[in-house]
């Protein structure tokens, strides 16, 4: 299985970003599939995560901002990111996940080499 990342790149506060996610390997129309971010010096976190009945669920930093959305023809999951803020600055990266029912998504697969968002004027 492998998963890439790509659409990162350096934007000013307030721009948008749309990041991809490309598997092979792996059928993502079939698992639910989530984006993390890990910024200097801190934890990587969630962002967002999609089902593979389309339910979806965000970071309340993100709310409003992000959408995850998947396109299972091309087997692909994106992170539409608007207004972005320099706190939204990371290197982000997606995986398999599982989604439990108190609320916490697991990645199931290791790190691949995710991209880098930095916000900034």
């Known amino acids: 299985v492998q998963l890439q990342a790509s659409g990162g790149g350096l934007v000013q506060p307030g721009g948008s970003l749309r990041l991809s996610c490309a598997a092979s390997?792996?059928?993502?129309?079939?698992?639910?599939m989530g984006w993390y971010r890990q910024a200097p010096g801190k934890q990587r976190e969630f962002v967002a995560g999609v089902t593979s009945d389309s339910t979806t669920k965000y970071a309340d930093s993100v709310i409003g901002r992000f959408t995850i959305s998947r396109d299972n023809a091309k087997n692909t999951v994106y992170l539409q990111m608007n207004s972005l803020k320099p706190e939204d600055t990371a290197v982000y990266f997606c995986?398999?996940?599982?989604?439990?029912?108190?609320?916490?998504?697991?990645?199931?697969?290791?790190w691949g080499q995710g991209t880098q968002v930095t916000v900034s004027s």
């Open positions: 390997g792996i059928d993502l129309s079939i698992n639910a």
């Open positions: 995986n398999v996940v599982r989604a439990y029912s108190n609320g916490y998504w697991s990645p199931l697969r290791s």
